[in-house]
Each structure stands twice: as structure tokens, then as C-alpha cells.
């Protein structure tokens, strides 16, 4: 199994770094990740066909939870 990671801000942080590298060892993919310790790949450019959640599924579960008229958290979790 390998570990796919995005470039979100909070993501590339050394204690972040750390808890994958416990968990993955060497099977990371993830923007910024430290090149000197030779461990993971770089994230490839352009690659919405490695991860179809990010190019499809949260896209179509946005468009689904917001259709409708929220008007309380309540509403908002029902809808998720």
C-alpha cells in the first residue's frame, strides 16, 4: 500500500513527514516530501489519474451535499 499526499499547507511539516514515514516507510508519494533521506517519490505533475477521489468523487460529493438548502449544522451532517 502506498500513501498519496497533496500539497496542502498543512501537509508538508516535518511531524507530518514523521507520522507517515512510522506508518509507510518508503512508500509515499507527497509534495515537498525531504529528498535528502532518499524515502518516497515525488508527486508527479498533472496526475488527476492517480487519484480519482480528487478528479471525480469530492467534486460529486460537493455538488450533492450543497444541492440542497442548508440552514444548520444539523442540516449540513444529514446532508453529508
Request: glycine share 6%.
Amino acid at each position: 500500500m502506498w500513501f498519496m499526499q497533496d500539497g496542502a499547507t498543512p501537509h508538508p511539516t516535518n511531524e507530518v513527514f514523521h507520522l507517515l514515514e512510522e506508518h509507510f516507510n518508503e512508500r509515499i508519494v507527497a509534495l515537498g516530501y525531504p529528498k535528502s533521506k532518499n524515502i518516497g517519490i515525488d508527486w508527479p505533475p498533472y496526475s488527476p489519474d492517480l487519484n480519482p477521489c480528487d478528479s471525480f468523487l469530492w467534486g460529486y460529493i460537493k455538488d450533492k451535499v450543497y444541492a440542497g438548502n442548508t440552514q444548520s449544522i444539523e442540516d449540513l451532517k444529514t446532508a453529508i
